[in-house]
């Protein structure tokens, strides 16, 4: 889930501007590239979201809906046309064309710019303006899923090395300073083709420590934090009358990953019994407030592909998970090869949430000479988790705050 605290009513006291209809939001660190093309970090995309405007977007239940664009065709299977809005403006006042639209994907296939992006547009071929309001993608090859690689932002025609620095986008918010490591200014962009926004501006405070962050909502000088309070920060700062919690359905999940190449993990015996030693309701009771929900798969339940009816592990200790085409072990303990699960879920101190979601199972073969496989969380990127996941027989990730909590 997501979660946002806001304030009802602030005593104003140290705020980093006076005029009270200015917005002051909670961040955890500072953007690392606000270059669109660039910036994944999740503050960047933030930010992202508010100075530019995708080509398409995701609706409530992640279908790929129009946002620049005005209409997506397909004529054939390699071909996809879109037709875009007219009239919207960048925040410099130039219009949006064709032209933007194509230097933006171009740029991603160009070697030049080092994006982490770039590999979803391997199957594109060529980019072209078919006239001022229309671009055709075509393919290398059919690929049907390709529209939601078009949710992503239109920078403007010739944004160069320097674009971070000052970004340009056709959002509701347009960009002031970034004060490094301290707060981003934004302000209302009064010709943004959606209505200009009924605030003065927001700005984007800088706060690493989660304490800090709700100590800063629960004096006033911070108007706003999104998904970004510890679930018990956030149980005690709900207990207070002046403060608002919001709560929305998210599409964060958290899960381990296992490698396959490892000659235990190969075993779905091994990988079942590490299933069913995952007490998720107890990690989501415990760790998570209730903050989210068990995850059955990679899809969100609001997902219009989401599918209830998948297989799922619920937690018990004592299941042994045996090899189909073995009979069973009875008391002949030493030719047997089932997997047994033991259970080694603990409560770990606060604070370390961030540090260790949980110590979630381990999955041992019975038998000679097998040896017991270790599974640990650790927080990191996907390209992180990927890097790390190929060394050793096991790693694990820790997704962002809120979201589902599966294992797989």
Known sequence: MLAALSLLASACLHRPIENPNVIVVGVTSGPNNLDPRIGTDDVSQKIGQL????????????????????RLDHPDPTTWVVALRHGVRFHDGHELTAADVVFTFRSLLDPALLSPRKGAYRMVQTIDARDRYTVVFTLKEPFGSFPVNLVFPIVPDGAGPSFHERPIGTGPY??????VDD???????????????ANDGLVLRVVPDDIMRGLELRKGTMDVVVNDLAPDILYQLGQDPRLQLVQSPGTDFQYIGVNLRDPILNDVRVRQAIAYAIDRNAIITYLRRGLAIPATGLLPPVSWAFDPDVTTFQYDPATVV???????????????????????????????????????????RRGPRHPSARVSLRAGSTARIQSRLLPGPVRGSRARQGGRIGGR
């Open 51 to 70: 100075v530019f405007n995708n080509l398409m977007t995701l609706d409530e239940h992640l279908r790929v809906v129009p946002d620049l664009a005005e």
């Open 322 to 364: 045996r090899h189909p085409a073995e009979p069973a072990c009875g008391r002949d303990r030493a030719r047997c090869s089932d997997v047994r699960v033991r259970d080694v879920l603990r409560r770990r101190p606060e604070g370390q949430l961030s540090a260790l979601h949980a110590a979630v199972g381990r999955g041992r």
């Open 183 to 197: 707060r981003v200014e934004l302000e209302p962009f009064a010709d943004y083709f959606g209505g200009r926004p």
């Open 174 to 179: 347009r960009f002031v300073r970034y004060a």
